[in-house]
């Protein structure tokens, strides 16, 4: 077990990390700080089960000058999506579904899916066909199920403008309603493309979590907090952040035409940047939760664990292992938008380093990582037993794809023993 709480101070090396090495990782991180890249980071590696590095930099706030801390609340976005999978996952084991159902089964309006044809951009009107086959909850859980987000830059812009105009949500759902109310407008919505034939970024995981409050009769707030956040003692992970906890949550920043970074006021689906600590009702399974790096990382290493944490069992080595291993076969194409790298490769819930892939970067092979589109990364290196996060908070930033690059770089040549 790893004991958190360790403060940004001179370290000794230990676990195979150099102490001199590892403070490359600073040198990148003030450098960007200091040239108003990103208003302030907090970086985690875990080794072997000893904390390694746990730092914080820069500033939650930058107007008020708040120091960032290393048990600062960030939005974690898209990472949400690994904690739906799992929750998916553990009701899979209690006999609830199978794999391969199709979702109708469990919401009857998925029945009989359409895909886009044709589209006409002067109303938004479109054309359809009958799709080859019904989505089914392993197409939920390797995004090849046709369903898209609504942002012209994560996904088909066509198909987008048709979720637009019928208001379905990005990311975290219009105030009031709630993910049922969503999910049901959805499912009269066309796919991009037959299920099956494609990783296409989108709304599978807020499907996702809607089955899990059906299987479960629970809502996904009740649900996390009770099979997943309270054994693995995640104190600080919520989808409403509770009022003696936001002072904690930073505040996120956006990119200015004249290189300066701004307070991000409006963020996915219009929300006000301080949404986390607003009531709301839609729960979103693929990108609702905010998180601390501590509390993530004891998520990973329950999964790391192939299921256990402190001795509890969450779920069989069996179900971790056939999560992380790679679904899409070679019939299987990936979306223009968002751009994913060559040969990617993804499990139920998570993307993966394989024999096919491992030339790319130095993550070893079996590792599996995911990131949130606030700018928050994390991978695990089952190899190296390593657990990593890299979290700022920033929207829309163009080098988002670098910093998780040369963090990669920067946590890889710091290991002395390999």
Same mark, same amino acid.
């Given at each position: 077990?790893?004991?958190?709480?360790?403060?940004?101070?001179?370290?000794?090396?230990?676990?195979?990390?150099?102490?001199?090495?590892?403070?490359?990782?600073?040198?990148?991180?003030?450098?960007?700080?200091?040239?108003?890249?990103?208003?302030?980071?907090?970086?985690?590696?875990?080794?072997?089960?000893?904390?390694?590095?746990?730092?914080?930099?820069?500033?939650?706030?930058?107007?008020?000058?708040?120091?960032?801390?290393?048990?600062?609340?960030?939005?974690?976005?898209?990472?949400?999506?690994?904690?739906?999978?799992?929750?998916?996952?553990?009701?899979?084991?209690?006999?609830?579904?199978?794999?391969?159902?199709?979702?109708?089964?469990?919401?009857?309006?998925?029945?009989?899916?359409?895909?886009?044809?044709?589209?006409?951009?002067?109303?938004?009107?479109?054309?359809?066909?009958?799709?080859?086959?019904?989505?089914?909850?392993?197409?939920?859980?390797?995004?090849?199920?046709?369903?898209?987000?609504? *942002? @012209?830059?994560?996904?088909?812009?066509? /198909?987008?403008? =048709? %979720? +637009?105009?019928?208001?379905?949500?990005?990311?975290?759902? $219009?105030?009031?309603?709630?993910?049922?109310?969503?999910?049901?407008?959805?499912?009269?919505?066309?796919?991009?493309?037959?299920?099956?034939?494609?990783?296409?970024?989108?709304?599978?995981?807020?499907?996702?979590?809607?089955?899990?409050?059906?299987?479960?009769?629970?809502?996904?707030?009740?649900?996390?907090?009770?099979?997943?956040?309270?054994?693995?003692?995640?104190?600080?992970?919520?989808?409403? *952040? @509770?009022?003696?906890?936001?002072?904690? /949550?930073?505040? =996120? %920043? +956006?990119?200015?035409?004249?290189?300066?970074?701004?307070? $991000?006021?409006?963020?996915?689906?219009?929300?006000?940047?301080?949404?986390?600590?607003?009531?709301?009702?839609?729960?979103?399974?693929?990108?609702?939760?905010?998180?601390?790096?501590?509390?993530?990382?004891?998520?990973?290493?329950?999964?790391?664990?192939?299921?256990?944490?402190?001795?509890?069992?969450?779920?069989?080595?069996?179900?971790?292992?056939?999560?992380?291993?790679?679904?899409?076969?070679?019939?299987?194409?990936?979306?223009?938008?968002?751009?994913?790298?060559?040969?990617?490769?993804?499990?139920?819930?998570?993307?993966?380093?394989?024999?096919?892939?491992?030339?790319?970067?130095?993550?070893?092979?079996?590792?599996?990582?995911?990131?949130?589109?606030?700018?928050?990364?994390?991978?695990?290196?089952?190899?190296?037993?390593?657990?990593?996060?890299?979290?700022?908070?920033?929207?829309?930033?163009?080098?988002?794809?670098?910093?998780?690059?040369?963090?990669?770089?920067?946590?890889?040549?710091?290991?002395?023993?390999?």
């Amino acid at each position: 077990m790893f004991a958190l709480g360790l403060e940004a101070t001179a370290q000794k090396s230990k676990e195979g990390y150099s102490a001199i090495k590892l403070q490359q990782i600073d040198r990148f991180i003030e450098k960007e700080i200091q040239e108003k890249q990103i208003p302030g980071a907090s970086v985690l590696l875990i080794r072997k089960g000893e904390v390694v590095y746990n730092k914080a930099f820069g500033y939650a706030d930058i107007e008020n000058k708040r120091l960032m801390k290393t048990d600062d609340i960030f939005r974690i976005a898209s990472q949400t999506k690994a904690i739906t999978s799992v929750a998916a996952m553990m009701l899979w084991e209690e006999g609830k579904f199978l794999l391969d159902d199709p979702v109708s089964k469990y919401v009857p309006a998925f029945q009989a899916p359409k895909v886009m044809t044709g589209f006409n951009p002067k109303d938004s009107s479109y054309k359809t066909r009958p799709a080859t086959g019904e989505i089914t909850i392993r197409n939920l859980l390797t995004h090849t199920s046709g369903l898209i987000y609504q *942002l @012209p830059y994560m996904g088909d812009p066509e /198909l987008a403008a =048709i %979720y +637009q105009k019928a208001g379905i949500p990005a990311i975290l759902g $219009a105030p009031g309603t709630t993910t049922r109310e969503q999910m049901e407008k959805l499912s009269k919505l066309p796919l991009l493309h037959d299920p099956g034939t494609a990783f296409t970024y989108g709304l599978s995981t807020d499907l996702l979590g809607y089955l899990v409050e059906l299987w479960s009769g629970q809502n996904l707030e009740t649900f996390f907090r009770e099979r997943i956040f309270r054994p693995l003692e995640m104190n600080d992970t919520y989808f409403n *952040l @509770p009022p003696d906890k936001t002072a904690r /949550l930073i505040s =996120i %920043y +956006q990119p200015t035409a004249n290189g300066k970074l701004m307070k $991000a006021e409006v963020v996915f689906d219009g929300a006000p940047g301080n949404y986390p600590a607003i009531k709301h009702t839609y729960l979103s399974g693929g990108g609702g939760l905010s998180s601390t790096t501590s509390d993530y990382a004891k998520f990973l290493q329950m999964l790391l664990h192939k299921g256990s944490f402190k001795g509890g069992q969450l779920m069989s080595p069996a179900t971790v292992s056939l999560m992380l291993t790679n679904q899409l076969t070679e019939k299987v194409g990936t979306s223009p938008l968002p751009a994913m790298p060559e040969n990617f490769q993804f499990g139920l819930g998570f993307a993966l380093e394989t024999e096919r892939n491992d030339y790319l970067q130095p993550l070893r092979k079996g590792s599996f990582s995911w990131e949130g589109a606030a700018a928050t990364y994390f991978w695990v290196d089952p190899q190296e037993e390593l657990i990593a996060l890299f979290y700022t908070q920033e929207f829309a930033t163009p080098k988002w794809s670098y910093y998780q690059q040369m963090f990669r770089v920067l946590t890889y040549q710091a290991l002395v023993n390999r």
